[in-house]
């Protein structure tokens, strides 16, 4: 068994993921699904070949060191995936993520039109936000594939690790990853804005100096795109000036509320038929309004204005899963689960 095979099965089973874990058969996920293959558990003597099959000097070194690692590797010419490695009981184990081929339309990924709204705007933060499996990476680089078919423009991106590689269209298209061309975010962060960029695209806003540098280049004229780790618009607003001290939220907020164009908060549910997955946005635009609230620290009432901002484009993530419900395409169950105020889905659907 090498990391080639299971690759090759991973697709010809059209599953998302592969799981390595000791004493199991390789694991996959399929649909939304984990289903355990045919064949011999994983001896703890094949899990770490695996592990250690594809990695360079400084990539081992960081195993070693760290216990943990995260690195992009291709498979034949256009196939890349995402492989994180990590430690039990001693033995490292995978966890596989497969890349698409191509970034699909917004269509394909019943992404809303407003995505493509802010893909254009010349300026500011987007922030595409979910917890981990639902897709930010997808929209991230769709929004990059997009710019990068209607603007002569060049487009940096720094990630952690690369899972699309962007051919130039009518863009200029670098992408850096990490402990490949840069150590961290934030010092590759500083570095990109000597580098004549017109888009910034962060892999993961992930500590409050990256966030701090991001928010700087998209208010000196900057398009930057970043994903963040919350579960919907309203909490990525508190994650980011909560992550700073108490003496640098107001200069944060201020500067958050200038930037902002808009969330893309993402939920990846299962479809109705059980076949797929389907995705839920949540959608807030950096309108006057929802900019106000920031600026003076009167967050609790950003949902408020999310309920009322439709002529905007705006969405709650409730008023998506019942769209999505009364659409056939998830289950009652599913949409009153995820909902933030579940009696607005029991009214509604009355």
Known sequence: MNLETLFRSARKFEASDIHIVVGMPAIFRVGGQITVARGDPVTPEAARALAYERLNSVQKGILERDWQLCFSTMFGQIDRARVT?????????????????????????????????????????????????????????????????????????????????????????????????????????????????????????????????????????????????????????????????????????????????????????????????VLCCELMVGTQGIRHHIRENTTHKLYTELQAGRRHGMITMDHALLQLYQRGEITYDTALGMAREPDTIKKRSA
């Open 85 to 277: 490695i990590y430690f039990r009981n001693g033995c490292p184990e995978l966890s596989i993520r497969l890349s698409e081929p191509a970034v699909r339309s917004r269509e394909e990924l019943n992404l809303p039109a407003l995505v493509d709204a802010f893909a254009r705007k010349t300026n500011g933060l987007v922030i595409i936000t979910g917890p981990t499996g639902v897709g930010k990476t997808t929209t991230f680089h769709y929004m990059i594939d997009r710019i990068n078919s209607e603007f002569s423009k060049k487009i940096v991106t720094i990630e952690d690790p690369i899972e699309y590689t962007h051919a130039a269209k009518r863009a200029v298209v670098v992408q850096q990853e990490m402990f490949t061309d840069f150590h961290g975010f934030r010092e590759a962060l500083v570095h990109v804005l000597r580098q004549d960029p017109d888009v910034i695209g962060v892999g993961e806003m992930r500590d409050p100096e990256t966030m701090y540098t991001a928010l700087m280049a998209a208010e000196t004229g900057h398009l930057v795109i970043a994903t963040l780790h919350t579960p919907d618009a309203v909490l990525a607003m508190h994650r980011i000036v909560s992550a700073f001290p108490e003496g640098q939220q107001s200069e944060v907020r201020y500067m958050l509320a200038n930037s902002l164009q808009g969330v893309i908060a993402q939920q990846l549910l299962p479809h109705a038929q059980g076949a797929r997955r």
